[in-house]
Every structure is written in C-alpha cells, then in structure tokens.
T-cell receptor, first 116, second 115 residues
Framework: DTAVSQTPKYLVTQMGNDKSIKCEQN?????MYWYKQDSKKFLKIMFS???????INETVPNRFSPKSPDKAHLNLHINSLELGDSAVYFC???????????????FGQGTRLTVV | DQQVKQNSPSLSVQEGRISILNCDYT??????FLWYKKYPAEGPTFLIS?????DKNEDGRFTVFLNKSAKHLSLHIVPSQPGDSAVYFC??????????????FGQGTTLQVKP
C-alpha cells in the first residue's frame, strides 16, 4: 500500500517532446511537492502545492508546469524537453504542523527522466 | 549557495561500530532538521528529526545531535548494521511567515557498513 506513488518510474524521450509525470498520495496530507535530483545528487525543490494552491515556485523554467486536480494529486508537465532536464524527479507530500514540530516529507520512488 | 552541506561524500564502518554522519548549515533561520535514508532506485525515507529548541533526539539506534552555535548536526547510528548501508541526506526547514514545509537538502553521504 504505497503512500506516495509516482509514474512512470523510468522515462526516456527525445528532445523537444512533451511529457508528464503523475503523483498521488494516500496519506491525507495537505501539501505536495516536486523535487529534482540532478547529476550532482542535490535534491532541490521545484514546486509545492497546498490544497491545490501553488505556494512554492522556485526558479524553474516555464516549460515545467505543475497541475494539482485535487489535494491528493500533483502532476508535473514538461514541455519542449531539453538534454539538461535529464534527472530524477521526486514527488513528496507532508502535513504541515505547528511551530516547534518538524514537517517531514514523504517521498515517492522517483522518476528517472532521460532526454536523448 | 548551498545552505546545507555534507562534506563527507562517503563513510565506511565495521558492523557493530558507531557511524557518525555530519552536516553543516549556514542559515540560522532554520527551525528543524531531518535525516533521510535513501536506497538505490527508491525515494528518500524519513529517519529522524530534531527541532531547533533541542540539542538531542534519540530513536532506537539513531540519535541526532544539534549544535546551534556551530551550525552543525550529526547522526549517530549505534550499532551499525549492514542494512544501514545507504545514502543519508541531511535536510533543514524553516517556518518563516508561512510554514510551506520546504526542505533544503545536503548532497548526501554514502554509508557502507561492512559485515
């Protein structure tokens, strides 16, 4: 019973194509995220949605567009894919807590995107 | 500008001994810190966290220590087991004006526990 699931796990596509990665969480969390792990292994946040509202939008090219149809889903659409988009993309969710308590995020298994 | 740094890319210890993973940060506004464990081809898994008002948090074999004056935290694993072999990420978060839950991650330390 996967808590945060994302599909596909692997995605190989040609430059210029448009692709989507889907994410669903069954934890009842109110916030979902997309993180990117680049070739240097850094995990960096891209977007965050809280109850379908965009609350974090880091410096990400406009070709990346998140879409949240409901608070259990956050999909990532990428247009005009470039070689540099090759990375592992992780979806995550969390339930924001009161001050003095940590807000731990639960991650999906990742989607390895390879642009050729 | 990397706000969370793990300066040791790898660590190798013998089974049964202590593993100590280190993490430094630069932003004094961080309110909480977390450690994640990651196996190949899987997502990071939450391990343990600590609030900035504490200096120690323990959960079984895992203990996290926080030294705010030094902006340093560490994860101790005692005793280390071969199943602990994984990449460990340090992460930090801040409440700010709105608690977005955004986490800043270090680059990870690969721990190998030898039988």
């Amino acid at each position: 019973d996967t808590a945060v699931s994302q599909t596909p796990k692997y995605l190989v596509t040609q430059m210029g194509n448009d692709k989507s990665i889907k994410c669903e969480q069954n934890l009842g969390h109110d916030t979902m995220y997309w993180y990117k792990q680049d070739s240097k292994k850094f995990l960096k946040i891209m977007f965050s949605y809280n109850n379908k509202e965009l609350i974090i939008n880091e410096t990400v090219p406009n070709r990346f567009s998140p879409k949240s149809p409901d608070k259990a889903h956050l999909n990532l659409h990428i247009n005009s894919l470039e070689l540099g988009d090759s990375a592992v993309y992780f979806c995550a969710s969390s339930q924001r807590k009161q001050v003095l308590l940590s807000t731990e995020a639960f991650f999906g298994q990742g989607t390895r995107l390879t642009v050729v | 500008d990397q706000q969370v740094k793990q300066n040791s890319p790898s660590l190798s210890v013998q089974e049964g001994r202590i593993s100590i993973l280190n993490c430094d940060y630069t932003n004094s506004m961080f309110d909480y810190f977390l450690w994640y464990k990651k196996y190949p081809a899987e997502g990071p898994t939450f391990l343990i966290s600590i609030s900035s008002i504490k200096d120690k948090n323990e959960d079984g074999r895992f203990t996290v220590f926080l030294n705010k004056s030094a902006k340093h935290l560490s994860l101790h694993i005692v005793p280390s087991q071969p199943g602990d072999s994984a990449v460990y990420f340090c992460a930090a978060g801040a409440y700010g004006s709105s608690n977005t839950g955004k986490l800043i991650f270090g680059q990870g330390t690969t721990l190998q526990v030898k039988p």
